[in-house]
């Protein structure tokens, strides 16, 4: 039983580069979410899958960020024209589809960007 | 607009002893979940204990158990005899419960553990 995977788990990148993500969830999970998690504070919520479908986006931090999860299995989640701002900790996490208040999420370790 | 607050930036405890981590929480929402995660210097946040808002009792999870006092708002977690491989961030959340936000978890800003010998 595989929890969630992410990959790479570092990245350096100079600013203005663009850069992606993977994040591939525990197998029989429908729902997928992408965090950000800056120093010194929890998650911040960005955007969530349902199988396929992408249900909120409206919190993804501007434009030049987005997500995609094509078949419903594994996610990316790509920056374009990366600032320095950017640089934090990208948590993926999956939940089965329950009942609603119990879907826990499962969290993967993380991918950590640093932008020069 | 829902909220997780963690007033206790670091805590100190020695091994075997039982530390609580406080949180207090605010929502208009009748129907709501509060989790707790454990986050080690290596990154990944793990799960671990759920409390449901209607559940009478309070969730209990081996050596860690959740202090619900609805009343209150609060959701402190216990640790039991504290061992060195609980140094660790916790943090306190809240399912999001928003039609716009599917089931997003609001986090709190999370308290330190340290477990000294």
């Known amino acids: 039983d595989t929890g969630v995977s992410q990959n790479p788990r570092h990245k350096i990148t100079k600013r203005g580069q663009n850069v992606t993500f993977r994040c591939d969830p525990i197998?029989?999970?429908?729902?997928l979410y992408w965090y950000r998690q800056t120093l010194g504070q929890g998650p911040e919520f960005l955007t969530y899958f349902q199988n396929e479908a992408q249900l909120e986006k409206s919190r993804l931090l501007s434009d030049r960020f987005s997500a995609e999860r094509p078949k419903g299995s594994f996610s990316t989640l790509e920056i374009q024209r990366t600032e320095q701002g950017d640089s934090a900790m990208y948590l993926c996490?999956?939940?089965?589809?329950?009942?609603?208040?119990?879907?826990?999420?499962?969290f993967g370790p993380g991918t950590r960007l640093t932008v020069l | 607009a829902q909220k997780i607050t963690q007033t206790q930036p670091g805590m100190f405890v020695q091994e075997k002893e039982a530390v609580t981590l406080d949180c207090t929480y605010d929502?208009?929402?009748?129907?709501?979940?509060l989790f707790w995660y454990k986050q080690p210097s290596s990154g990944e946040m793990i799960f671990l204990i759920y409390?449901?808002?209607?559940?009478?009792q309070n969730a209990t999870e081996g050596r860690y158990s959740l202090n619900f006092q609805k009343a209150r708002k609060s959701a402190n977690l216990v640790i039991s005899a504290s061992q060195l491989g609980d140094s660790a961030m916790y943090f306190c959340?809240?399912?999001?419960?928003?039609?716009?936000?599917?089931?997003?978890?609001?986090f709190g800003k999370g308290t330190t553990l340290s477990v000294s010998s």
């Open positions: 197998s029989e999970h429908n729902r």
């Open positions: 959340a809240m399912r999001e419960v928003s039609n716009q936000a599917g089931t997003a978890l609001i």
């Open positions: 996490a999956s939940s089965p589809l329950t009942r609603l208040g119990t879907d826990t999420q499962y």
């Open positions: 409390q449901g808002s209607y559940d009478e």
């Open positions: 929502t208009s929402d009748q129907s709501y979940g």
